[in-house]
């Protein structure tokens, strides 16, 4: 009972103090804060005004937190970039203050865990106790540990494949751009094709021929080098400009995808590698398209037909001509591009398609530990909101970066 | 009205030649595979014998093209061959869970769809308020949040804690229509969510974008009522792009329904998928994926042929 009155004494008191300054948008919030809160009392009594009072708090939480997070950025950084980042909605704070985090997370994921990844300490789904935060998984692994290790594994997938379609969308959409003609129309037309699959059947059907825990590592590294050749190929049309140059660039390309197939392969294994893969394919052609688009618009500009009167090769526009032009939007695309693909995986996972275990992944976890959800346990949603908290924070970071590139203000 | 003809004509041919591309996808994907699908049906330790009697009986030593044109012909008449795991008809697996599938999308899309316009437009008008940016942040949230997340949480809170749907969508025999919607409730919502916020943020974005032009300007200089200037200038407009946005989300509720159908164990396609994709039946992920392909091009297609046709810019030719 003295809760329900200090809490809407606090409230009261909050939305008086914000009309009597004059302050519009606090008090629209905190009196229809009230006002919910009011319904949601009658309504469900004093245990649902609790759940919107929790909410409340930790929706203020959150935003002291990022607000604090973001004056601790603009004291830090130089000059210039204070300015740009003074201007940034608290929600972008936000977006960078979970990816910071997540980060964290994931490169110092062996020494913040408690206990191994696919290490066995318990009963399965014990309770949580000292020793485990969150208690036990199916098999009885330490659900906390799992969670920061899959920060590691789920992260560095999603960032290894959107990479690789960024590498392979962005070449083909600038060589489009600036070759024109059959190239291009051939270009469009494959990517075309590509997206009029739904992308999550596209991934299922790859998954089905090539991945899975059926993969052979044998034919993950070929199609790694033959992806690194089809890359570098790309690369070659832009730079070479006669017979020898291809021939020499063709050597280059053929080691260096070799090597890169090697080191890839050691890194992950071979599920991991055709997963990477198949997410690359699925979306390099939203990157090609927009890479396309913005180059396009570069092109015709006067400085480029200067450029190329001075007798500069197509190597050299792109790299300081068009680049440099187009970073904004292709740095924003790569935000949203990693959030379809961390979403894809993710799904992948659930469906128990994607990473393999025993390595730790928030996506499967979610699926293994669904049972505990009908005893009204929380935790197997702690992965899944895990998901949910990374891709909201990208995409508000990337909503600002939009917004400030464009420079509209709608 | 020839020149529509002519461009809806020509959108319905690129349609057919792209699902004829993607059914060349579907059919040489599966050729890909290491070794063939005899050697992935038997496993390692088949002996030779085997596996050639098992080609000879999948027709596998016939060369691909003449295997893909029967194939193709055959799934034209809705018949894709039998299971390879089960020996099954594949059309017998699906058929019916098709039908299912496609009542929970239109079960969502029934919900989602006049809400999520009525909500994108109040939103598009009351732009930079308070309550606009809220709008914003929560369907960021929701189109942020993985489908399963979502359904979960409903899961949880409806089914567990409240008891007032069931946690699984299991269909039966004889039961009556609106049992069938109670049991599918959950599903559908968890749908209607996802979908609804994109729809709502796209509705806005093509609305804000009207209300710039400059004949709503022009409408509201010479001193039309407001209503009048949504009903009567605005609304002719903006059918092409509500029609646009529509269609394209039914067609994202078409993939987003596979998830779905995993987390609610709902007897659907999306689960058949799924599950003959880890069982490696290739004629039955062949299928699905034909199907589900063919869907999604068939909604974006009426898309732009909806965009066609209510552009009246097209209907009165210069």
């Known amino acids: 009972m003295v809760f329900v009155i200090l809490y809407f004494a606090l409230l009261l008191l909050l939305s008086c103090g914000a009309a009597y300054y004059n302050q519009r948008s606090a008090f629209l919030l905190l009196f229809s804060l009230t006002l919910v809160s009011l319904v949601l009392a009658i309504i469900g009594g004093i245990p649902a005004l609790r759940f919107v009072a929790i909410a409340a708090g930790m929706l203020l939480a959150a935003g002291m937190m990022s607000y604090a997070f973001r004056e601790f950025l603009t004291a830090l950084a130089s000059d210039e970039m204070a300015k740009e980042l003074r201007t940034a909605p608290l929600t972008a704070a936000f977006g960078m203050f979970v990816i910071f985090i997540v980060a964290v997370m994931g490169i110092f994921a062996p020494a913040i865990a408690p206990h191994g990844e696919a290490e066995i300490i318990s009963q399965a789904f014990a309770p949580p106790d000292n020793n485990m935060l969150l208690g036990a998984d199916q098999l009885g692994r330490d659900m906390f540990s799992r969670i920061i290790y899959g920060a590691r594994n789920t992260v560095a997938l999603a960032l290894c494949g959107t990479v690789l379609a960024f590498i392979l969308g962005a070449m083909a959409g600038l060589l489009a751009a600036t070759k024109g003609g059959f190239f291009d129309g051939t270009m469009g037309r494959i990517a075309d094709v590509i997206m009029s699959i739904p992308s999550l059947i596209f991934a299922l059907l790859m998954l089905s021929i090539f991945g899975g825990s059926l993969a052979a590592p044998s034919t993950s590294a070929w199609l790694l080098f033959g992806f690194a050749v089809i890359v570098g190929t790309l690369f070659l049309a832009a730079a070479a400009y006669s017979v020898l140059s291809w021939i020499i660039g063709a050597a280059i390309v053929v080691g260096v995808s070799f090597a890169f197939a090697l080191a890839f392969t050691s890194v ?24 396309r688009a913005v180059a396009g618009n570069v092109v015709v500009m006067d400085y480029i037909e200067a450029a190329k009167l001075r007798g500069e090769k197509n190597w050299y526009l792109i790299r300081r001509e068009i680049l440099p032009n187009s970073t904004a939007p292709l740095v924003a695309e790569f935000g949203l591009e990693f959030c379809f693909v961390f979403l894809l995986i993710a799904g992948l996972s659930f469906l128990g398609l994607g990473i393999q275990p025993p390595t730790a992944d928030w996506g499967s976890m979610v699926r293994e530990n669904a049972t505990l959800i009908s005893f009204g346990e929380i935790t197997p949603l702690i992965p899944a909101a895990a998901i949910a908290l990374l891709t909201v924070a990208v995409n508000f970071v990337v909503d600002w970066m939009l917004h400030r590139s464009s420079g509209l203000k709608e | 009205m020839g020149d529509i003809l002519t461009l809806v004509g020509k959108r319905l041919g690129l349609g057919l030649i792209i699902l004829l591309v993607i059914s060349l996808i579907i ?23 085997n596996l050639a009697a098992l080609r000879r009986e999948m027709g596998l030593d016939q060369p691909a093209i003449v295997r893909y044109l029967a194939w193709l012909s055959e ?9 390879i795991v089960t020996d099954a008809r594949v059309t017998e697996i699906i058929g019916e869970r098709f039908m299912n599938t496609l009542f929970l999308a239109a079960y969502a899309a029934v919900i989602a769809v006049p809400v999520s316009i009525i909500l994108g437009v109040i939103v598009a008008l009351l732009r930079n308020s308070i309550f606009d940016r809220v709008a914003n942040v929560i369907s960021l949230s929701f189109i942020s949040s993985p489908e399963f997340f979502l359904g979960y949480i409903l899961i949880l809170y409806f089914a567990v804690k409240w008891g007032m749907f069931p946690a699984i969508a299991s ?30 943020r796209m509705t806005r974005a093509a609305i804000i974008n009207l209300l710039a032009s400059p004949y709503i300007e022009m409408a509201r200089l010479k001193g039309a009522p407001p209503w009048k200037v949504i009903v009567k200038h605005a609304l002719p407009n903006a059918w092409a792009p509500i029609i646009n946005v529509v269609a394209l989300n039914l067609a994202y509720l078409i993939t987003g329904v596979v998830l779905v159908e995993v987390v609610f164990v709902y007897p659907g396609i999306g689960q058949a998928l799924v599950d003959a994709v880890s069982k490696r039946d290739f004629p039955v992920v062949q299928a699905c994926c034909l199907i589900f392909a063919a869907t999604f091009i068939l909604l974006n297609l009426a898309a732009d042929v909806g965009a066609i046709l209510t552009n009246p810019r097209l209907r009165h030719p210069k």
């Not at chain 1, 590698?273 to 390099?284: D, M």
């Not at chain 2, 799934?75 to 299971?83: N, P, R, V, Y």
């Not at chain 2, 069938?180 to 609804?196: C, E, G």
């Open chain 1, 268 to 291: 992950f294994d071979a599920s991991e590698v055709i997963l990477i893969l198949v997410v690359a394919v699925i979306y390099s052609p939203r990157v090609f398209r927009l890479t």
């Open chain 2, 27 to 49: 059919f040489f994907m599966v050729e890909l595979l290491p070794g063939d699908i005899a050697q992935a049906v038997l496993g390692q330790s088949a002996t030779p014998e």
């Open chain 2, 171 to 200: 269909l039966s025999e004889g039961m009556t229509f609106l049992e069938l919607l109670q049991r599918t409730f959950l599903p559908a919502l968890t749908l209607v969510l996802v979908v609804m916020a994109h729809m709502m």
């Open chain 2, 75 to 83: 799934a034209i008449t809705l018949d894709f061959g039998s299971s």
